[in-house]
């Protein structure tokens, strides 16, 4: 059973530019989440997904950026006209549907560097 | 705002000993912790939890305590090895949405 899935592992960006930042849960999760870490900071919360459905948008900015988790495919992280500021690692994690209250799996992180 | 605090950015331990992690809490609702340990360019990993019903769980090597009164928690690895060197971070979950204290990096020395 593979495990979160996040591609590129490393992304770099001109300021002003999209970024596109993909994850694929593990098989049989359904639940998915985006988490951020500045430098010398812990992990924020960004955003909760379930498929087609946004749970919880609480910790996104309220610009250019924006989330989805398809019926089919794997949840994107999209990013609009990139600054220097959203240099940063984005981690992606899933859990079963009863378990994300619980423990959630982390992928390996997109290591986003905006130039 | 941080709601989940680890005041120790760092913490150095020979080979053997045990190490203590701290972490204190805000919210008294706080009912459900966890523990995740995470490798320089990986994603954090599930370590071990602990309900607020309980004041102790164990797992091997690692315990984790709870003390509500005081709203603090700590991790207890020992004996402590050089594979445990890694950033420790304590959460909390709320409803999904994991609330993550600043890490302590830990190393162990041979």
């Known amino acids: 059973n593979a495990g979160v899935m996040q591609n590129p592992r490393h992304l770099v960006r001109r300021r002003g530019q999209e970024a596109r930042l993909r994850c694929s849960p593990m098989?049989?999760?359904?639940?998915v989440y985006w988490y951020r870490q500045l430098p010398e900071e812990g992990l924020k919360f960004m955003v909760y997904l379930q498929k087609e459905n946004i749970i919880d948008e609480s910790g996104m900015p309220k610009e250019r950026f924006s989330a989805e988790f398809p019926k089919e495919g794997p949840s994107i992280l999209r990013i609009q006209q990139v600054v220097r500021g959203d240099s940063a690692a984005y981690f992606c994690a899933s859990s079963p549907p009863d378990r994300g209250i619980y423990e959630q799996y982390f992928g390996p992180g997109t290591r986003l560097t905006v130039t | 705002d941080q709601q989940v605090k680890q005041n120790s950015p760092s913490l150095s331990v020979q080979e053997g000993r045990i190490s203590i992690l701290n972490c204190d809490y805000t919210?008294?609702?706080?009912?459900?912790f966890l523990w995740y340990k995470k490798y320089p360019a990986e994603g954090p990993t599930f370590l071990i939890s602990i309900s607020s019903i309980k004041d102790k769980n164990e797992d091997g090597r690692f315990t984790v305590f709870l003390n509500k009164s005081a709203k603090h928690l700590s991790l207890h690895i020992v004996p402590s090895q050089p594979g445990d060197s890694a950033v420790y971070f304590c959460?909390?979950?709320?409803?999904?949405?994991?609330?993550f204290g600043q890490g302590t990096e830990l190393s162990v020395k041979p």
């Open positions: 919210n008294s609702m706080f009912d459900y």
């Open positions: 959460l909390y979950n709320q409803g999904g949405k994991l609330i």
């Open positions: 098989k049989g999760h359904s639940h």
